[in-house]
């Protein structure tokens, strides 16, 4: 049972990977990659980093990141097919 935050996490994640597959070549919003500053549907950040951790640690979102050479830092994350049902199943997915 996702409670109404990861259900908002959920939604913004998945409406920018819908539009960014789009602009690619595959089409399929799952597993596609987004950037964390883009999908940040909360006030701060820590209840973003909160929440995406939750949905982490349930296997329905994947987390990953890097670290350019002049120390700046990527954070990006995607939805598993799991977050996916999940989402579905809450009718959260509009």
């Given at each position: 049972?996702?409670?109404?935050?990861?259900?908002l996490?959920?939604?913004?994640?998945?409406?920018?990977?819908?539009a960014?597959?789009?602009?690619?070549?595959?089409?399929?919003?799952?597993?596609?990659?987004?950037?964390?500053?883009?999908?940040?549907?909360?006030?701060?950040?820590?209840?973003?980093?909160?929440?995406?951790?939750?949905?982490?640690k349930?296997g329905?979102?994947?987390c990953?990141g890097?670290?350019?050479?002049?120390?700046?830092?990527?954070?990006?994350?995607?939805?598993?097919?799991?977050?996916?049902?999940?989402?579905?199943?809450?009718?959260?997915?509009?």
């Amino acid at each position: 049972m996702l409670d109404s935050d990861e259900v908002l996490a959920l939604n913004a994640i998945l409406d920018d990977a819908v539009a960014k597959s789009k602009e690619g070549d595959d089409g399929d919003p799952i597993f596609h990659d987004v950037n964390v500053e883009d999908v940040n549907p909360f006030a701060d950040e820590r209840t973003q980093s909160d929440v995406y951790d939750k949905l982490a640690k349930k296997g329905l979102i994947e987390c990953s990141g890097y670290e350019d050479t002049t120390g700046r830092t990527e954070e990006y994350v995607c939805i598993t097919p799991s977050g996916l049902d999940a989402l579905k199943s809450m009718g959260g997915v509009h």
